[in-house]
């Protein structure tokens, strides 16, 4: 037998909260969109809950998966309790996902802080531009941090990079001109490209 939770009013809201991996749910959110799944994942932590439903696509081999943040769902009808412990090897799958969300959820909040600390775009930009080659990054302020021995200091050029290891700062400098590069010449490529759609108006 199924049962409803209300968010805000119930044990969802108190941190008590918990749903089995195998259990079927449905969730309604805030903007009236009903997601239902098998549950992948739960951490209680994020409050972030992981659904797998039939492929949108309707291949039968694979399926959908939707993280829904339950602070922005309005109400959770658990259809059907999982009846046994998930296998090992999706318990592994679980944690994994799990970690995932969590290191998601830590760079949303690492790039709100920045934008509340008024970073420019190209600052944002950077910082995505660096975290694709190193892991380690984050804000202090308006100053990107790299590996905790490099700093990368506003208007975000070559010259703004500084730290104590010259061979991590000469490594940081090369990602960031690269960037400054790709930048400037998607840039080009886009006035081109208008230059050439644009229809040539005759003088009269």
Known sequence: MGYSLRLGQNMASDGN?????GSLVSCKTCHNQVIEGE?????????????KSPSSCGRPCTNDAHVVNLGQV?????????????????????????????????RKQHMLTALQSGVTPEG??????????????????KDIKVMEQVTIKPPYLPENVIGNADKAVNHV??????????????????????SENSTPVAAQ
């Open 17 to 21: 909260e918990y749903f089995s991996v």
């Open 39 to 51: 549950v992948l994942a739960f951490d209680q932590l994020t409050k972030m809950l992981i659904l």
């Open 74 to 106: 309005s109400d959770v009808q658990v259809k059907r309790e999982a009846t046994s412990s998930p296998p090992p090897h999706l318990a592994q799958n679980v944690e994994r996902l799990k970690r995932r969300v969590r290191t998601e959820v830590e």
């Open 124 to 141: 944002l930009q950077l910082f995505v531009a660096v975290k694709r080659t190193i892991d380690d990054v984050c804000w202090s302020g």
């Open 173 to 194: 400098k090369k990602i960031v001109e690269k960037h400054l590069k790709d930048q400037s010449s998607s840039i080009k490529e886009s006035g081109n490209s208008s």
